[in-house]
């Protein structure tokens, strides 16, 4: 492929969910507002065949399963359900867990029968907090001070396990701090740092140095993931000017894309959204597009060399 063309190699989607409705009372309950808008189209099961259907169709083959928040006494019967589905249909590849990390007993409780699994390469536990309730998900913002959180995230390191960092941008700091704390544990910062505004030239500052203070730590790699998340639509001049602030901060070998399936699904095709990111990138170089599609998700994820 030469520079400046539009990516045509491996595709590794590095975050996606699939469900059942019934298992989370966030989707089977009354919609209540959330960070991506309105949700009704999706509160229903969104399952491994409909997801490989969507992923096959966008030209991708390998993906990485993130949890989507099952309530905290069943993260070990997600983990099942998962292992299952990939022992019946090869799919997904890998998977990100999910555990009560404030709880003290969370290591042996949860994260040893997690492990019990391959299929677990990591945690996420979102911490992010906005003055606004409909982006909050963590009760404060300095969630990450609590030390029994801390504890149980250096404990990520004897697992070889990531943890999936949930951030806004004000949080960057504490986050550089944790990080800083636990540099033999990988971090990934989800949806390339929770960018909520553009237009806003405080918003925009406060991202950029925290996408700079973040990147400084070279035990963090970041996601290309959720850029839909605040707009509710595939803005292909948004995904280039974030693309182009992370790769500039990051680099290539530690930033990869993600579809964030089925969340993005309100408002997109798999297709049109993977084409989309192909089009922000594809002024990069050959070699940078294959990191952001491939190889890095690869490297990080542990998942191996690209199907036939």
């Known amino acids: 492929m030469p520079d400046g063309s539009l990516y045509t190699g491996d595709v590794v989607d590095s975050h996606h969910h699939v469900w059942r409705r019934d298992d989370m009372p966030w989707l089977s309950g009354p919609m209540v507002p959330r960070i991506f808008g309105p949700y009704e189209p999706i509160q229903r099961d969104y399952l491994i065949e409909e997801y490989r259907a969507d992923a ?161 730590c070279t035990n963090v790699v970041v996601k290309l993931t959720g850029q839909g998340t605040f707009v509710h639509r595939v803005d292909v001049e948004l995904l280039r000017f974030v693309a182009d602030e992370v790769l500039g901060s990051f680099g290539s070998s530690r930033a990869m894309f993600g579809t964030n399936f089925p969340v993005e699904k309100l408002w997109t095709s798999m297709p049109e959204l993977t084409h989309a990111w192909k089009r922000a990138v594809g002024h990069r170089t050959a070699e940078e597009q294959a990191d952001v599609f491939s190889r890095t998700a690869r490297r990080v994820y542990g998942l191996g060399e690209p199907r036939a």
């Not at 911490?127 to 029994?148: C, G, I, N, Q, T």
């Not at 030239?201 to 140095?209: D, M």
């Open 56 to 216: 096959t169709s966008a030209g991708i083959r390998t993906s990485v399963y993130v949890q989507p928040n099952w309530p905290m006494d069943r993260v070990v019967d997600e983990v099942r359900w998962i292992a299952q589905l990939h022992e019946q249909t090869g799919w997904p590849t890998a998977m990100v867990g999910c555990a009560d990390l404030f709880s003290p007993d969370a290591v042996e409780v949860m994260l040893a029968q997690q492990a019990l699994s391959p299929l677990v390469v990591g945690t996420r536990l979102q911490l992010h907090w906005h003055e606004r309730p409909e982006f909050r998900f963590a009760d404060s913002p300095d969630r990450m001070k609590d030390p029994v959180f801390r504890r149980n995230i250096s404990a990520l390191r004897d697992l070889g396990w990531l943890f999936e960092l949930q951030v806004f941008p004000g949080q960057a700091h504490d986050a550089a701090e944790l990080v800083a704390e636990n540099p033999d544990v990988a971090f990934v910062l989800v949806h390339a740092g929770m960018l909520t505004d553009r237009d806003d030239p405080e918003v925009l500052a406060q991202w950029r140095a925290g996408i700079r203070e973040l990147a400084a």
